[in-house]
C-alpha cells in the first residue's frame, strides 16, 4: 500500500465504519496516547523498565499501526499530501545533512 493509498483508505474507512472523524484536537490527544504506548514499550523492551504483567499482551506493530493511522487522519483533515510532505521533508534532510552526519565523532 503506498501512502496516498493509505490516506485514501483510511479517509474511506472513517466515513463509513468510523462515521467522520474526530475534531483536529482531539486526533492529536490521540496521537499522543499512541505514542506514549509506543513509548512504554520501548522503554520495557530496549530500555532499563521491566515488564509488568499488564503488558504482557503488547504488540509494538499494532501500536505503531495505530500511531500510523491517527497521524493519517489528522493529515486527512488537514489537506496534508503525506507522500508529497515525507519527498520534501527528505530533500530537506539530505541538504542540510549532507556532512553532518558524516563528520559527527560520536557516530563513528
Known amino acids: 500500500m503506498t ?4 490516506q485514501e483508505t483510511v479517509d474511506q474507512w472513517i466515513k463509513t465504519t ?12 490521540i496521537l499522543m496516547e499512541e505514542v506514549g ?3 512504554r514499550i520501548m522503554a520495557r523492551k530496549y530500555g532499563e523498565q521491566s515488564f509488568k504483567k ?3 499482551e503488547v504488540n509494538l506493530a499494532d501500536e505503531m499501526a495505530d500511531v500510523l493511522f491517527v497521524l493519517i ?7 496534508i499530501d503525506l507522500n508529497q ?7 530537506k534532510k539530505t541538504i542540510r545533512d ?8 560520536k557516530l563513528k
Open 3 to 6: 501512502i496516498n493509498e493509505a
Open 98 to 105: 549532507a556532512d553532518r552526519h558524516k563528520n559527527n565523532e
Open 37 to 39: 504506548e509506543v513509548a
Open 54 to 56: 499488564s503488558d504482557e
Open 85 to 91: 510532505a515525507l519527498v520534501k521533508n527528505l530533500e
Open 73 to 79: 487522519c489528522l493529515a486527512n483533515q488537514t489537506g
Open 18 to 29: 468510523g462515521i467522520r472523524y474526530f475534531n483536529e484536537l482531539t486526533n492529536t490527544a
